[in-house]
């Protein structure tokens, strides 16, 4: 079976935030990915709102009809907010404000104490909790020590890796955590970086059961439409196993 396919609509309201207008309307975006087949809609509200607003949070939690995935820094703001909008899951992330984009994963295995609360007041809400996290064991065995259900494992160092063999050890690294993590007992997601040129041989790991894909996405869509660039990625996952 292949993995479900988790679009990220955060890039939509990059474009709309770029010009303080009402469009494109990353909740109009979240409906067209349904409609073309998206298992879950992925959406990041950072700190600094520099895309996604509660506003998109609040709609969306009432008019997505699959699953709403909510990534979110493990701040007491965030945790309040996800507790009263409650998503369907929470993936927790690190997050700085200068960043383009997420860089690593957290460390779970530096903080256990502190993410074990948020972990647990987001489960006493029903909602499922993801950690994102590096390829590292040392990460992978904290996110079971805390009780996360979910580890979604980052995938930047295998989509940024130009020659060969650094992709073949980068994606080495993704397949021996992800099998680590269900021998655990953990659902296993993965997502950064992913297009339609290397997601192949990621969604072809038999325990990844999640990919959450944005940027490739949205940029096709751009090009081709939303439906179209939907299915085309749901194709591809299709085709890997």
């Known amino acids: 079976m292949a993995p479900r396919l988790g679009v990220n609509v955060d890039h939509?309201?990059?474009?709309?935030?770029?010009?303080?207008?009402?469009?494109?309307?990353?909740?109009?975006?979240a409906m067209l990915a349904e409609l073309a087949g998206a298992d879950q809609i992925t959406i990041h509200l950072r700190e600094d709102r520099r895309h996604i607003q509660e506003r998109d949070l609040a709609v969306l939690r009432k008019t997505v009809q699959t699953r709403l995935n909510l990534e979110m820094a493990a701040t007491q703001e965030m945790v309040k907010l996800a507790f009263e909008t409650k998503p369907d899951s929470c993936t927790l992330v690190?997050?700085?404000?200068?960043?383009?984009?997420?860089e690593g994963g957290l460390d779970v295995a530096g903080n256990r104490d502190a993410l074990r609360k948020v972990v647990r007041t987001l489960k006493d809400a029903d909602i499922t909790v993801s950690l994102f996290l590096d390829p590292d064991m040392d990460q992978i065995r904290a996110a079971h020590r805390v009780e996360a259900d979910v580890v979604e494992i980052h995938t930047g160092r295998y989509a940024d890796a130009r020659l060969a063999q650094d992709?073949?050890?980068?994606?080495?690294?993704?397949?021996?955590?992800?099998k680590a993590a269900a021998k655990l007992g953990l659902q296993v997601a993965?997502?950064?970086?992913?297009?339609?040129?290397?997601?192949l041989p990621v969604a072809a790991v038999a325990e990844i059961e999640e990919l959450n894909i944005g940027h490739a996405i949205v940029g096709h869509?751009?090009?081709?439409?939303m439906e179209r660039a939907v299915r085309e990625m749901q194709e591809l996952l299709?085709?890997?196993r």
């Open 190 to 199: 993965a997502g950064h970086g992913l297009n339609y040129q290397n997601v």
């Open 221 to 225: 869509a751009i090009m081709v439409g």
């Open 167 to 178: 992709r073949r050890r980068e994606l080495a690294r993704v397949v021996d955590v992800a």
């Open 238 to 240: 299709a085709r890997a």
């Open 94 to 102: 690190p997050e700085r404000r200068e960043e383009l984009t997420t």
């Open 12 to 29: 939509v309201a990059t474009l709309r935030q770029s010009r303080r207008t009402t469009y494109p309307d990353p909740v109009q975006a």
